[in-house]
């Protein structure tokens, strides 16, 4: 039964991407507008966040499938139906790593979108996109990824305090 719900979620996260794209950008623009006064407008239709409206360069990212933590999430659930499949009787700590480390995933992503932001702030809109985007955005991407897969077999295969 665990099996098939790690499946069917691969499979909805695959079939839902764009939603789940939407939902990364409305959480974008809601972190934004706790952390600029600058002005931020958020088309979930168009995957897209909007940033410096009051300035004199406002900025727009969209979010691309690639660009989205949705496909990061997929290696957590495979990894886990390995495991749950060799160990059902640590489903339950599984599940609890998987959401755990799903959720270090999305944060680190929004972590990558607020890096853009600042370095475009800071450097500029062609400067600042390049730096943010291309080199230490990915690097976020990359680290964070491997720290919740980390973290995920930490939480998974650690013993239980006697």
Not at 95 to 116: D, E, K, P, Y
Not at 120 to 147: I, K, N, P, Q, R
């Amino acid at each position: 039964m665990a099996l098939g719900a790690l499946a069917a979620a691969g499979v909805v996260v695959v079939l839902a991407e764009r939603f789940y794209r939407e939902l990364e950008v409305r959480l974008a623009g809601a972190i934004l507008e706790l952390v600029t006064t600058s002005g931020v407008y958020v088309a979930p239709d168009r995957e897209s966040v909007y940033f410096g409206l009051s300035g004199a360069t406002p900025f727009g990212l969209r979010m691309t499938p690639e660009c989205s933590s949705a496909f990061l999430l997929l290696p957590l659930l495979v990894v886990t139906m390995v495991m749950v499949y060799f160990r059902p009787a640590n489903a339950k700590r599984l599940f609890f790593s998987l959401g755990i480390s799903a959720l270090v995933v999305v944060l680190v992503n929004q972590l990558r979108i607020l890096t853009i932001v600042g370095l475009v702030h800071g450097l500029g809109t062609d400067e600042g996109y390049y730096w943010g985007h291309t080199l230490l955005g990915s690097m976020v991407s990359v680290l964070g990824g491997a720290v919740s897969l980390v973290l995920f077999v930490w939480l998974a295969t650690r013993k239980k305090k006697a």
